[in-house]
């Protein structure tokens, strides 16, 4: 199975941009990569997720490497709120709806 | 509102005594799972179902077992809990089949086994 590798934690002051990082070198072609955070004491929610195109919504942005073995999570103006634990996954084409969690990274925005 | 209800919310028992975790849905979802979070761990999948009557193992179902007799209802069952099971329980749904869906998480349960 394909795995994704993110960086423990990252630092980010209020309303600036912030670019969180995912690797997923092994990923397979047809591989959709979604992000999901985890908010304090919360369950995850789904944030974003893409193909091969960059991706907008309300939430966020997400930009995918021509070569689909890396993505990045943009937040345009980080709040305090965005404070949480940032998944990136792949979602297998094989349609089995077994998810593969990377280990997330832990995201502080300061004010 | 659409969501995904599981309880109970805490739950403290001792080794050895069966315990059920509920997890129910109201939007109709094919699609049903459950997780464990473990500090430094992340979220595991343990079992999923596709739809009623049918599921399978994600990467830690040792030790659990679950049913899908009905689309809205997705029960994890600890027939003999140890303590090594203590930790948070995530359900989650999504619609079946497309990479492109949303899974919506439930608010999670702890669990503590003595």
């Known amino acids: 199975d394909a795995k994704t590798t993110q960086p423990n934690s990252m630092e980010s002051n209020e309303e600036e941009p912030v670019h969180l990082p995912c690797n997923h070198s092994t990923i397979s072609g047809t591989d959709y990569i979604h992000w999901y955070r985890q908010l304090p004491s919360q369950g995850p929610e789904y944030v974003i997720h893409?193909?091969?195109s960059n991706v907008n919504n309300r939430m966020a942005s997400l930009a995918i490497a021509e070569d689909r073995k890396s993505s990045t999570l943009i937040l345009h103006r980080a709040t305090l709120r965005d404070a949480a634990v940032y998944y990136c996954?792949?979602?297998?084409?094989?349609?089995?709806?077994?998810?593969?969690f990377g280990q997330g990274t832990t995201l502080q925005v300061k004010p | 509102e659409a969501q995904v209800t599981q309880n109970p919310r805490y739950l403290i028992t001792v080794t050895g005594k069966k315990l059920t975790v509920t997890c129910s849905q109201n939007m109709n979802h094919e699609y049903m799972s459950w997780y464990r979070q473990d500090p430094g761990l992340g979220l595991r999948q343990i079992y999923y179902?596709?739809?009623?009557?049918?599921?399978d193992k994600g990467d830690v179902p040792e030790g659990y077992k679950v049913s899908r007799k009905e689309k809205r209802n997705f029960p994890l069952i600890l027939e003999s809990p140890s303590p090594n099971q203590t930790s948070l329980y995530f359900c989650?749904?999504?619609?079946?089949?497309?990479?492109?869906?949303?899974?919506?998480f439930g608010p999670g349960t702890r669990l503590t086994v003595l």
């Open positions: 989650a749904s999504s619609t079946a089949g497309a990479w492109t869906d949303t899974q919506y």
């Open positions: 893409g193909l091969t």
């Open positions: 996954i792949l979602r297998p084409s094989s349609n089995t709806g077994k998810l593969i």
């Open positions: 179902s596709m739809n009623v009557e049918v599921t």
